[in-house]
């Protein structure tokens, strides 16, 4: 359906070519053409203004497409330029804006209309010498000068600026300013107005600040309830700002003369799970990865406070390529997580049947196409058990005095055998009835482990068992050692764990044991490490080309989330885990901090089904 301004144009067309035809002289389809003429060029300002009207509560394009038809209407209806940069009304929140492909000019970029799938190409010489911080969930641009350091808002439809503090005060404390450097690798989480000229800023995981237009500084703000806690997630929404911690979710008060956050809702402890020797965790449940285990913590009887591990932790994809090449069979290559979504797949567990009897069980929430909420029941189950397979559900796994037999879908393929001795050739699967085939398949699971082993400033490190000749002139031979390596980019932390025996650790440099020794945690491969056999340049392959490694770190970054990137549906490779990992930046401790992010293959290799 065309956009009221697209009509209108075409309206405006339509009174040129009427009045044409009316002309004296002209041919005798004139009358024909009068009687359809509508003067839409002196449409009076009331019904023009109402129609701009709304036209602007649905979309900003369109309302300036509709102000760029004539003058009368331009006069009519308000100008974005008249109001301010904060003016709600003419953010463009229904826009995005896509990542810069190869060979694009650098101030042109492109735009997606999230709503209706519309793309549209801006001029942005603004973003010259610019950091993109993030957006609002308005729509507009975070930016930040690479030269001087000021931070603005740029709506990108009407390029209006609206200039913010300085960014090397975003720490809140004046005697303390931010390095140039530091800021280079800021990243906004989430940005917002929290009321008509406040605006709030999430970045860096814990922090908010907030300011004005015209303020000096930025202010931070603490969250002082119950306890000083880390900020979860956070969110614009109804012209106010608010966000997550472990116990509540808070809101911008900006009443009084300094902005702070107050609670708008206990959370209350109904998905933090407190387990045996002092662990505590929060788990939750997402559309694509589907259980989430957050905020994992340990408590130290000694220091007499909690020690935070894992700040987050979820299956970021499931590879499952299968191994017939007929006509019929070889696009089967599933990216499960990226293309269906674990948690939309997922259904109700069944107690006694899925779980034991000790298990406690949880719902799933996600948002429906309509934008509404949906429940699912008993999506998740807790229980205590001895260490075992992970993928306990898909193949078979023993309880006591109970066994739960494989449950799931199974892919076949119907075929002319009836018997494994007519099978003269590769039939690509194994026989498992009667013209029925089982396909050879793999399933990859990669996890993505944003890891906070006591703090923040993590770093990997690798352990490689190396043999050494004996030279101290006794009996013996040889013996090995362990050389320890710390991983400074991302090229040093690609590793093939079937390579050579080593330790592979995470670990906080700036905290030690009574020993002396760092704290860490050791990453333990699982039993079945297999890599990709696939060939590199085969298509599937290139969707999941971090599958030839088991294990990668990465810095951290907010949106490399998805080892096979964020839309895995047709993707092509390029952006991806390896992809991110190619570019081969520091994750050693710098005088920014780093947080480590273990993106971890468990890939049991499948036979028939």
């Known amino acids: 359906m065309a956009s009221p301004s697209t009509t209108a144009l075409a309206s405006c067309r339509q009174e040129k070519r009427a009045r044409i035809a009316d002309l004296p002289g002209e041919h005798s389809g004139s009358t024909a053409a009068h009687s359809n003429w509508r003067d839409w060029a002196n449409l009076i300002a009331g019904p023009a203004s109402l129609i701009a009207e709304r036209v602007l509560a649905i979309d900003i394009a369109d309302y300036l497409r509709f102000r760029a038809v004539c003058g009368s209407w331009r006069r009519s209806t308000a100008s974005p330029h008249a109001h301010g ?331 002319d055998y009836t018997h494994v001795d007519q099978i003269r050739q590769d039939a690509h699967g194994t026989l498992v009835a009667e013209n029925t085939l089982a396909v050879y398949h793999d399933h990859y699971v990669t996890y993505h482990l944003d890891l906070d082993v006591d703090g923040t400033n993590n770093s990997f490190v690798k352990n490689i068992i190396t043999t050494r000749h004996n030279t101290a002139g006794t009996p013996r031979k040889s013996y090995w050692t362990v050389p320890r390596e710390v991983a400074e980019t991302e090229a040093d932390a690609q590793v093939d764990v079937n390579a050579a025996p080593a330790d592979l650790l995470i670990v906080n440099p700036n905290k030690r044991t009574r020993m002396g020794n760092e704290v860490g945690y050791r990453v333990v491969p699982g039993g079945a490490t297999a890599a990709s056999m696939l060939d590199d340049d085969d298509y599937p392959q290139r969707r999941a080309s971090y599958s030839k490694k088991q294990l990668w770190v990465t810095p951290y970054n907010r949106d490399e989330k998805w080892a096979p990137g964020l839309y895995a549906d047709q993707s092509t490779g390029d952006d991806g885990l390896a992809a991110w990992s190619g570019r081969d930046r520091g994750i050693q401790i710098t005088e920014r901090g780093h947080r480590a992010v273990v993106h971890g293959g468990h890939p049991p290799h499948t036979v028939p089904g």
């Not at 970045?203 to 908010?208: I, M, S, V």
């Not at 472990?246 to 956050?261: F, I, K, R, Y």
């Not at 959370?267 to 965790?281: H, P, Q, S, T, Y």
């Not at 340990?298 to 191994?323: Q, T």
């Open 85 to 415: 940069g904060l003016d709600r009304r003419f953010h463009p929140r229904r826009w995005i804006m896509l990542p810069r492909t190869l060979g694009a000019l650098r101030k042109r970029r492109e735009f997606m209309n999230i709503s209706t799938g519309e793309r549209i190409l801006v001029d942005l010489p603004e973003l010259r010498y610019q950091y993109v911080f993030g957006s609002t969930s308005g729509g507009l641009l975070v930016l930040c000068d690479k030269r001087t350091y000021d931070v603005r808002l740029l709506n990108p439809l009407t390029r209006q600026l609206t200039s913010l503090p300085n960014a090397t005060t975003l720490t809140g404390s004046h005697d303390r300013p931010l390095s140039g450097y530091s800021i280079k690798f800021r990243r906004v989480y989430s940005a917002g107005l929290a009321d008509d000229s406040t605006v709030t800023l999430h970045f860096d995981q814990y922090w908010l600040v907030t300011a004005k237009p015209g303020d000096k500084y930025w202010t931070r703000l603490i969250v002082h309830y119950p306890i000083n806690t880390g900020v979860v997630a956070s969110l614009s929404f109804a012209g106010r700002f608010y966000c997550v911690t472990e116990t509540a979710v808070m809101v911008v008060d900006t009443s009084a003369d300094t902005p702070q956050l107050v609670a708008a809702a206990e959370l209350g402890d109904r998905a933090v799970i407190k387990l045996w020797a002092n662990w505590e965790f929060h788990v939750g449940f997402d559309m694509r990865a589907g259980t989430v285990i957050s905020l994992a913590s340990i408590y130290d009887a000694e220091a007499g406070a909690r020690r935070r591990v894992l700040y987050r932790g979820f299956v970021s994809e499931v590879f499952v390529p299968y191994m017939d090449p007929a006509e019929e069979w070889y696009y089967r290559t599933f990216l499960d997580a990226g293309e269906y979504g674990l948690g939309l797949w997922a259904f109700p567990l069944q107690p006694g049947a899925d779980c034991p009897a000790n298990a406690a069980y949880l719902d799933g929430y996600y948002a429906g196409q309509d934008g509404k909420p949906v429940e699912n029941k008993n999506m998740i189950c807790v229980f205590q058990r001895y260490a075992g397979d992970v993928a306990w559900r898909h193949t078979e796994a023993g309880f006591p005095d109970r066994l739960v037999s494989l449950t799931g879908l199974l892919e076949v393929k119907g075929t």
